[in-house]
């Protein structure tokens, strides 16, 4: 079955840099484009970033454009997301997705806390 498991959110100052990570298995990962989305306390989830399934086209959200790097790498079946010069509005609970024949799988998510 699918399976997305995140990993390398913590607690960052202000300013500071995390790598997510997200390790994907059971689907044919280097066919499908995969995404990051967000999801802060009380706000509904929303897309960060995308990568299309060789990584030649990615896009992002206008918050987190020149900040945020979406990268994978096929032989090794993980998407990241490289999140530099991180804000206190970043703090959020990171998904990875993937949609696959209009399905969305989701990993568990990963905390990313910005505060000083």
């Known amino acids: 079955q699918v399976q997305l498991v995140e990993s390398g959110g913590g607690l960052v100052q202000p300013g500071g840099s995390l790598r997510l990570s997200c390790a994907a298995s059971g689907f044919a990962f280097s066919r499908y484009a995969m995404s990051w989305y967000h999801q802060a306390p009380g706000k509904e989830r929303e897309l960060v970033a995308r990568i299309t399934s060789a990584g030649g086209s990615t896009n992002y959200a206008d918050s987190v454009k020149s900040r945020f790097t979406i990268s994978r790498d096929n032989a090794k079946n993980t998407v990241y997301l490289q999140m530099n010069s991180l804000k206190p509005e970043d703090t959020a609970v990171y998904y990875c997705?993937?949609?696959?024949?209009?399905?969305?799988?989701w990993g568990q998510g990963t905390q990313v806390t910005v505060s000083s």
């Open positions: 997705n993937a949609n696959i024949w209009l399905v969305d799988y």
